[in-house]
């Protein structure tokens, strides 16, 4: 099997290491750089799937790095991992083209789900399917496959579905939600969300791959198994 590779930028090299070998246990080939100017000079020679970059790093940083690599490859993932946890430094971050953005100290575990995340939506920017063990979402056919049944979904409920499966773990709002998928100008209530929630649960709610769990006060989120 194929392994992707992975370009981690950090400038503590403790820190170097430990992300190269967690990524190496999940089956990824890692190379690794301690500046933006390094990571370019390997970006140069070699074919990269996904880029992890630190902000604060000598010589380049992260900020000049993302915005060299966004002018060159719009769509390779980028996760941004750092100390600085304000409010300005995650909008410069998004605003040059990071996809995701992590404030040290992280969980390597979820580092792991992130990344996994990020390589699955780039690879679903081109082909619009899902694929969770046994479940396959068409994004085209508005179908969901598992263990041989497929099933056709209605547009909006197969939408709020793959958006949700699309970000694991992450916390819509019903807003957001509604926005996303019902658009800005719609007159429809908040309600119309636990309703199609709801629907899918019952759907599903035999499919070990997946389920949608409710974060009281917050929204909805998908925990993929």
């Known amino acids: 099997m194929l392994m992707l590779k992975i370009l981690i930028l950090e400038d503590e090299e403790s820190l170097l290491q430990l992300y190269s070998i967690v990524l190496q246990k999940e089956g990824f080939e890692t190379f690794l750089a301690h500046n933006g100017q390094e990571a370019w000079n390997i970006l140069e020679k070699q074919h990269i799937d996904m880029v992890i970059t630190d902000i604060l790093m000598p010589v380049m940083n992260g900020y000049d790095f993302v915005e060299l690599v966004r002018k060159e490859n719009p769509t390779i993932p980028i996760l941004m991992i750092t100390a600085k946890d304000d409010f300005v430094s995650k909008s410069r971050g998004f605003s040059l083209g990071t996809d995701d953005y992590m404030t040290k100290p992280i969980d390597l575990n979820e580092m792991v789900l992130r990344v996994k995340a990020l390589l699955r939506r780039a690879n679903v920017v081109t082909e619009r399917k899902l694929i969770l063990n046994n479940t396959l979402l068409e994004y085209d056919a508005l179908t969901v496959t598992s263990h041989g049944d497929s099933c056709m979904l209605p547009q909006k409920e197969f939408y709020l579905l793959y958006k949700l499966i699309s970000y694991p773990n992450k916390i819509f709002t019903r807003v957001q939600l ?21 629907r899918l649960r019952r759907r599903f709610q035999d499919n070990p791959d997946f389920e949608i769990m409710t974060v009281r006060g917050l929204g909805y989120k998908a925990v993929i198994h």
Request: charged share 30%; no cysteine; glycine share 4%.
């Open 178 to 198: 509604m926005d996303e998928i019902w658009g800005r100008d719609n007159t429809s209530d908040l309600q119309t969300i636990d309703v199609h929630i709801n």
